[in-house]
């Protein structure tokens, strides 16, 4: 790091300088003319947004916002990393995910991607992928001692591990050159499925390569199943930390030192889309490990090694192409974050097997942050922002707060078999559904901007998600829901629903609210009817018959629904629509319904829908 010399100069030397009042007042000012008559800290409570876990994320963050000392990188309580170079050698390891059940095809992507950026193997094996029996077609021509692999198998991780040690020992390969994760997980199992597995074979796994194989992790504490039943930054932590303190129980009481145990394990979690939260859930995740193995006597043992895969509840299955841009905000997050390994799920992930295509782009979205962003070659490169540093430490906070209700309840295994993990998930998925229902978290390509002319993309499926146990979510379900009724109406009948806007006045009146309702109704597959341009009580009755739609929308400014709202409603009653509804707030005559920002657009679009005997 370059040090400037204290030359008495200053960057600002110009400008005198700013307190933190003189921005409240600023931001007081700009407030009022929006209505809100706020001061002092009341105004920078308005500008706060409220995330998950009681946290909430302020406009400004200063050298007043302190958080604990968060030390060196390489050092407890590894916020900062890791290692002490973090990523900047060579970048995180870049993990491709294959799940396949053909061997053959399996082995032919497992190539391509290899010899094209990839550096491990994420391998789906069983019900989760190829066989077992046939790993040795999975991985032909794979440099074994060059590839770390990672197995995924479920419930069959015993007899998938053994067979990938064989697959070892028949390369040649020596044993300390072997790397990767072996996979089991026997309380991620039971997440997914209820079905409750013997840890022994695991534990047999962790102490075999405990002795023989210093660079596999037998056991891995996989996140996602918590991430993927709904629950928060905080659950998702408190979970994993939960389950890795259950493995560490099982290990110790086996005979391997809390040092040997903690090597074993490697922990997943999801990247998502929202950067910083990302970034601070890596970073406080290895904080609150550091500290379980600071309580177990082995402070140096606790840094923990992180697997981020992007978020499989943020994938959308219509216009799928966006999803390209979350993964790409994802892994940077995880990137910057300090994961070790990042996995990029393809733009195609929800509607199948990946494609090629999808798999490149997967793979090089990877290659273009560390080689062309040069994001690997910083060492904690949020370390530092008052913001981050803030967020990670109250995220911490958040985490052991539920790993801790958890652990009063008996621990992971009681938590899961009581129902109360569930319960607590479904809370937290509840409060979320309402924001998405409201649009309060916008799904671009779904809930905003959707297109109905899109091309459908079509994948081969995938091999079914094992169930049984916790739920999995996405964040477009209420909406596909209703894209699916329309789509069926439309192969149904050659057409899809549809509502006519009843556009009042000038466009500069009625274009903000015509396409805010034009967006609205698309999200749940209807069909907006926008012409002619603009109506009035006279003609918009032979305009609605013409569009060929059964319910209307009013749209335009207050001025002039004051003067029109009433008596168009009123037209188009007579004209046939069965519900008229008005783009923003009021009270008119005729008029059945609002829509406005804010509202629960999924309870509008599904009731309208059913209105239009739409199935």
Same mark, same amino acid.
């Given at each position: 790091m370059t040090v400037l010399p204290d030359d008495g100069l200053s960057l600002a030397a110009e400008f005198p300088d700013a307190t933190h009042e003189q921005w409240q007042r600023l931001v007081e000012g700009v407030l009022r003319k929006s209505g809100k008559d706020v001061s002092?800290?009341?105004?920078?409570?308005?500008?706060?947004?409220?995330?998950?876990?009681?946290?909430?994320?302020?406009?400004?963050?200063?050298?007043?916002?302190?958080?604990?000392?968060?030390?060196?990188?390489?050092?407890?309580?590894?916020?900062?990393?890791?290692?002490?170079?973090?990523?900047?050698?060579?970048?995180?390891?870049?993990?491709?995910?294959?799940?396949?059940? $053909?061997?053959?095809?399996?082995?032919?992507?497992?190539?391509? $991607?290899?010899?094209?950026?990839?550096?491990?193997?994420?391998?789906?094996?069983?019900?989760?992928?190829?066989?077992?029996?046939?790993?040795?077609?999975?991985?032909?021509?794979?440099?074994?001692?060059?590839?770390?692999?990672?197995?995924?198998?479920?419930? !069959?991780?015993?007899?998938?591990?053994?067979?990938?040690?064989?697959?070892?020992?028949?390369?040649?390969?020596?044993?300390?050159?072997?790397?990767?994760?072996?996979?089991?997980?026997?309380?991620?199992?039971?997440?997914?499925?209820?079905?409750?597995?013997?840890?022994?074979?695991?534990?047999?796994?962790?102490?075999?390569?405990?002795?023989?194989?210093?660079?596999?992790?037998?056991?891995?504490?996989?996140?996602?199943?918590?991430?993927?039943?709904?629950?928060?930054?905080?659950?998702?932590?408190?979970?994993?930390?939960?389950?890795?303190?259950?493995?560490?129980?099982?290990?110790?009481?086996?005979?391997?030192?809390?040092?040997?145990?903690?090597?074993?394990?490697?922990?997943?979690?999801?990247?998502?889309? $929202?950067?910083?939260?990302?970034?601070?859930?890596?970073?406080?995740?290895?904080?609150?490990?550091?500290?379980?193995? !600071?309580?177990?006597?082995?402070?140096?043992?606790?840094?923990?090694?992180?697997?981020?895969?992007?978020?499989?509840?943020?994938?959308?299955?219509?216009?799928?192409?966006?999803?390209?841009?979350?993964?790409?905000?994802?892994c940077l997050g995880a990137g910057v974050g300090g994961a070790d390994a990042v996995t990029v799920l393809p733009f195609d992930h929800s509607l199948g097997l990946p494609d090629a295509f999808a798999r490149r782009i997967a793979r090089n979205t990877s290659t273009i942050l560390i080689d062309e962003s040069h994001l690997a070659r910083v060492i904690d490169p949020a370390g530092g922002s008052w913001y981050v540093e803030r967020l990670t430490d109250e995220l911490a906070h958040a985490g052991w707060e539920f790993f801790q209700e958890i652990e009063r309840a008996g621990g992971q295994a009681a938590a899961l078999r009581s129902g109360m993990i569930g319960e607590r998930l479904a809370a937290t998925w509840a409060e979320r559904g309402k924001k998405l229902a409201k649009r309060r978290e916008p799904i671009t390509g779904v809930s905003e901007f959707p297109q109905l002319t899109e091309r459908t993309v079509e994948r081969e499926a995938a091999p079914a998600a094992p169930t049984g146990g916790l739920p999995r979510v996405r964040r477009d379900e209420a909406y596909e829901a209703l894209r699916t009724r329309s789509d069926a109406h439309l192969a149904t009948t050659g057409a899809r629903p549809r509502v006519f806007l009843a556009a009042l006045g000038p466009a500069a009146a009625h274009t903000a609210r015509a396409t805010f309702a034009a967006n609205l109704f698309q999200a749940g597959g209807i069909e907006p009817v926008h012409e002619p341009v603009t109506v009035d009580a006279g003609t918009v009755a032979e305009a609605f018959k013409a569009s060929g739609a059964t319910v209307a929308c009013l749209c335009s400014s207050d001025a002039l629904y004051a003067e029109q709202a009433e008596a168009v409603a009123q037209a188009l009653k007579g004209a046939g629509a069965e519900r008229v509804f008005l783009a923003g707030r009021g009270e008119y005559a005729d008029v059945d319904a609002y829509v406005y920002a804010g509202c629960d657009a999924v309870a509008v679009l599904s009731s309208t829908l059913d209105r239009m005997g739409v199935a």
């Open positions: 002092g800290t009341a105004a920078e409570e308005a500008l706060s947004t409220a995330l998950e876990d009681g946290l909430t994320t302020r406009p400004l963050y200063t050298s007043r916002d302190t958080a604990p000392d968060v030390g060196h990188p390489g050092f407890a309580p590894f916020v900062r990393g890791g290692t002490a170079g973090g990523n900047a050698a060579t970048g995180w390891d870049v993990r491709q995910r294959h799940a396949s059940t $053909d061997p053959a095809r399996t082995n032919e992507a497992v190539l391509g $991607d290899l010899e094209n950026g990839v550096t491990s193997l994420w391998l789906g094996v069983g019900a989760n992928g190829v066989p077992v029996a046939d790993l040795t077609t999975a991985l032909n021509g794979v440099y074994l001692d060059l590839a770390p692999i990672s197995l995924d198998a479920g419930a !069959e991780f015993a007899p998938a591990a053994r067979e990938l040690l064989r697959l070892y020992e028949a390369a040649g390969v020596a044993k300390e050159s072997a790397r990767g994760a072996l996979g089991a997980d026997v309380l991620g199992h039971e997440a997914r499925t209820g079905e409750e597995l013997d840890p022994a074979e695991a534990v047999e796994l962790a102490r075999l390569c405990a002795r023989e194989y210093p660079g596999l992790r037998a056991l891995t504490v996989d996140a996602l199943p918590y991430h993927e039943a709904g629950g928060s930054a905080a659950q998702e932590l408190g979970a994993s930390l939960a389950t890795g303190v259950a493995y560490l129980r099982q290990l110790t009481e086996a005979g391997l030192s809390v040092e040997e145990a903690c090597a074993q394990l490697e922990f997943r979690y999801a990247a998502t889309a $929202d950067q910083f939260l990302t970034i601070a859930k890596s970073r406080a995740a290895r904080r609150l490990w550091a500290r379980v193995a !600071e309580v177990c006597g082995a402070p140096a043992a606790g840094a923990q090694y992180q697997h981020a895969v992007t978020s499989p509840v943020m994938m959308t299955r219509r216009d799928p192409w966006v999803n390209m841009l979350r993964t790409t905000v994802a």
